[in-house]
T-cell receptor, first 113, second 112 residues
Framework: NAGVTQTPKFQVLKTGQSMTLQCAQD?????MYWYRQDPGMGLRLIYY???????DKGEVPNGYNVSRLNKREFSLRLESAAPSQTSVYFC????????????FGSGTRLTVV | GQQLNQSPQSMFIQEGEDVSMNCTSS?????WLWYKQDPGEGPVLLIA?????ELTSNGRLTAQFGITRKDSFLNISASIPSDVGIYFC????????????FGAGTTVTVRA
């Protein structure tokens, strides 16, 4: 009963490096989301995918790209990491309407030096 | 997303106390949700509310969907040490295209 699985759990990058955060869900959910969490800022939506084959920008998309690889997997890519992208990143999934809430992964703690 | 104002920002609890927190918005919401986040983990859904005036309990937790549909409250009765963590409110508006907006969180800490 894995739910939402994120990898890696921790990552340190140098400014300018690139990396991809992976997310997979096994609940057959249609919608998937990427959030970042910063102290005092709550959860801010980076990108979301309402269904397989579609992606849309959230509140803070600059510096990120996403790929909805299939119904299960939704990846987040940082092409050229910046210190401002130091954060904890959460992937989540939900049924199409989202009204039953989202299921979150356990997060990736990213530090950009 | 829609602005959700969550208060207090932080609070200290003493074992056995009842505590409460709330969330307000300038927009009407059709769903209110409350999550808890333990250190090093992702948020976990505690309670979901779908109708104005609805009062729902989950163990020692009770949440209410405000009559105006612009606010929600979460109460924790008889606090215990494992209640520490960050509590988030979240909601959907009729025009949010199924996306949730989140409050900034209330950090609950045990009073020494």
């Amino acid at each position: 009963n894995a739910g939402v699985t994120q990898t890696p759990k921790f990552q340190v990058l140098k400014t300018g490096q690139s990396m991809t955060l992976q997310c997979a869900q096994d609940m057959n959910h249609n919608s998937m989301y990427w959030y970042r969490q910063d102290p005092g800022m709550g959860l801010r939506l980076i990108y979301y995918s309402a269904s397989e084959g579609t992606t849309d920008k959230g509140e803070v998309p600059n510096g990120y790209n996403v790929s909805r690889l299939n119904k299960r997997e939704f990846s987040l890519r940082l092409e050229s990491a910046a210190p401002s992208q130091t954060s904890v990143y959460f992937c989540a999934s939900s049924e199409r309407t989202g009204e039953d809430g989202y299921t979150f992964g356990s997060g990736t703690r990213l530090t950009v030096v | 997303g829609q602005q959700l104002n969550q208060s207090p920002q932080s609070m200290f609890i003493q074992e056995g106390e009842d505590v409460s927190m709330n969330c307000t918005s300038s927009s009407i919401f059709n769903t209110w949700l409350w999550y808890k986040q333990d250190p090093g983990e992702g948020p976990v859904l505690l309670i979901a509310l779908y109708k104005a005036g609805e009062l729902t309990s989950n163990g020692r937790l009770t949440a209410q969907f405000g009559i105006t549909r612009k606010d929600s409250f979460l109460n924790i009765s008889a606090s215990i040490p494992s209640d520490v963590g960050i509590y988030f409110c979240a909601g959907q508006t009729p025009l949010s295209d199924y996306k949730l907006s989140f409050g900034a969180g209330t950090t609950v800490t045990v009073r020494a």
